[in-house]
């Protein structure tokens, strides 16, 4: 008979041996000048598709090539921050591999940018001294992608041996180095599983206060690949069973959390989605990549979503954006029921 294999011990002790976590929220908001909460004026500037991970759900797979020339990225840069925006958020790719990463940065805090963000999968901080460079640079706050609650998971998500083991070692080099960290986790059928127990090694071990859980997009690879697509009926007992547990140990939620979801699948959270509602679309928010001038963010959602005929008797209907259009080919609209009253929530996060 066929022996069932033993899946991998994961030894959460010996990967946070020497993990560093002095950061919190409040301190950065007053060291680096934060505006007030919530309606921080953000822009992105997408560098390229150029990435040093391979993950299998990459979304910006195939879209832009190499890097955005560098007096081009320059000039977006100059361009966001003469538009008021405080915020700037540098992406991919990866964005820790672009050659002009460090003079972009550094820019950007001359500029006057309170907040200048990554987002990365946190390959590159393990090295020594590459966190204290850029925080050196002016870099405040990282959002690191770590896609499972074990090495087993994220390496095999991004394609990278040991990118588990790395992506902790940078995050715990990010605090050294006095820069914010959060994680983001991409969801789809291979971790959605493991939401209770990604909460627990990072939000209850590690003690990051700032998570971000996005239902897979339906764009670049992942939109390709049925065996990583899932239902959001699926999902949401795991995620139920996170938020029950964040709820019950008081966390406090830095910002909205959860990516990619809409009201009535969730009411009592509806407060902590992120892509949704009038304060989401007022702030301007803005993308720039490749030749193009930068667009609002929500012009992104506006594309890719569509309202059903029955979000008509919806409270939501307003300011919701409604749902992925290739997900209601594949899925249908049965998940998705009309909200007739605003609920209760659940959670109140403390800064956006
Ligand atoms: S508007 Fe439609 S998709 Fe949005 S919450 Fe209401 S029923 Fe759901």
Redesign the pocket.
Known sequence: MAQKRKAASFDKEAYLAGYHRRLDLYDVVRRDGWPPAPMVRSAEIILGDTCNARCVFCCAHKKMGDWLPEARAFGLLEDARRRGNELIVFSGGEPTVCPYIVPLVARARELGFSIIEFMSNGLKFAEPGFAGKLAAAGLTMVKVSVHGADPATHDRLTGVRGAFAKALRGISELNKAGVYTSTNLAINRLNYRQLPLYADLFVGRMGLTGFCFYFGFYSGKFSEDGNLQVPYSAVLPSLKLTLEYLRVRKTRIDWKFLGNF????L?SC?GVMID?GADYKNRNNSVSAGGGDSRPVSSIYDDRKT??P??R?????GV????DRLYLEKYGDGE????KKERKQVFRPVYW
């Open positions: 809409v009201p009535c699948l009411p509806a949704w309202r059903l029955k979000c008797g919806c409270v939501y209907s919701c954006y409604g749902v998705f029921e009309p909200v």
